[in-house]
């Protein structure tokens, strides 16, 4: 900011003491300074457009991210659930067995009680 003041500064005092009119000299730099406030609003709209740009480069690649953090959840999620149900389905599938084993032991205990002679 402060080299700015001094360009600023250095301008105004080389054309206040410019062999000019006053008035020639007042014109001249209304007009510098018109250009420079032009210059300058010309930079900060290159600037904010830049930042536009980066702003939504930034948010496509965070919802490109997003969405394939989301993807891999939910195939984690699946795969989970899968899991779950094939562990619960094993489990049934071993209680069923064993159900059948102690029906099974159940019914020869039986059938042995029923053959034995007293």
Known sequence: MSFLKGVLAGLAIGYLTAPRSGKET???????????????????????????????????????YANQAEKKVDHYKN??????NKERAKNTYNNKVDDVAD????????????????
């Open 103 to 118: 029906a099974a032991k159940s019914g020869i205990n039986n059938a042995e009680d029923a053959l034995k002679i007293s």
């Open 79 to 84: 795969e989970v659930q899968s899991s779950y």
């Open 26 to 64: 007042r014109d001249q730099l209304t007009q510098r300074v018109n250009d420079l406030q032009d210059q300058w609003d010309e930079g900060v709209a290159q600037v904010k457009s830049q930042i536009d740009s980066l702003v939504g480069n930034a948010e496509n690649k965070v919802d490109r």
